[in-house]
């Protein structure tokens, strides 16, 4: 049993590492911007969430200090611009990996477990995947002070993801969906089957100074997740693809909501195919997609009426 520090634990995949690491015994300590988002987390015994910055070296200090490893899974899909990569890029994926790496020296602390993306290169057409790159290169620099091991996952999949979810909500609102970047790949992973990895690594030394791609069996083009989120919902809708230039006029009109679903260079991301034809490691027989997805996203298609009534009044 170890005491973890969980960085970016109350998010999607964090939520689903912190179950699994308690499961394991182990003492976790979670930070988070607003404690409220980490309700469910609450509830698990060995599980202390903090409302703390960990943008400030102090706070991140005070954090570290005391902890065996750390888990560092903080993300973020969107940016200011800039070049390489934008500064909230620079700031979440290569400043707070440094800074992390600079507070586990102080304290004398040498696992870490970090979490990058599948398709992170010095030279990726994206922001995302070029500051993933270099964050993973923070490690990769510091191999003799840190035992790192970097997890990059195609995208991730699972009952509470904002990935299939989403297609099967459009899918709901619109009678026809226009795509872009409707042949991009991907090789979606099961978000237990990357929680299960982390819980290995922890446990296992071999994994020190590795990098593993996390992917699910299957290559799915953009086109056929979608269609799939419609179907297994219960709201197939025609899926009709764009050319490049009206995708990116379309990524341009969405960076401009409220609540930014897609941005230029996401779809800039989606032109590196994000497959790999590694195993998944540890001897983890990854899932099946088209076995496991249906069951939540059909029985989520059977509530959504809930969430009419719900917003009908206004909650
Ligand atoms: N989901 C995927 O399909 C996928 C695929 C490949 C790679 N990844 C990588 O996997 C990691 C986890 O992804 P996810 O989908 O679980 O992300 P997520 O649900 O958006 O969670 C992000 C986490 O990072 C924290 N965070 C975000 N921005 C922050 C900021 N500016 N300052 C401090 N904390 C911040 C959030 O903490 P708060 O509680 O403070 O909000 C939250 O715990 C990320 O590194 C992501 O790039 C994800």
Known sequence: MSKILVIGGTGFIGSHVVSRLARDGHVLSVPTRLRQRARDLLLLPTVDVVEADIHDDA???????????????????????GNPYGPDFARAHVALPRRILDACYKAGIRRLVHMSALGAMPDAPSEYLRSKSAGEEVLVAARTRIDATVLRPSVVFGPDDRFLNLFATLNRWFPVLFLGCSKAKFQPVHVDDVAECVARCIADCDSIHRCYDLCGPNVYTLRELVAFAGAASGHPRPVIGLSDGLAYFQAWAMEWMPKKLLSRDNLRSMRVPSV???GFPFGIVPQVLVATAPAWLGSKANQSHYDDFRGRAGR
Do not use: K, Q
């Not at 005070?62 to 899909?77: I, Q």
């Open 59 to 81: 706070i991140l200090d005070g954090l570290v200090a005391g902890c065996d490893a750390v888990v560092n899974l903080v993300g973020v899909l969107h940016s200011r611009p």
């Open 276 to 278: 790999s034809s590694a």
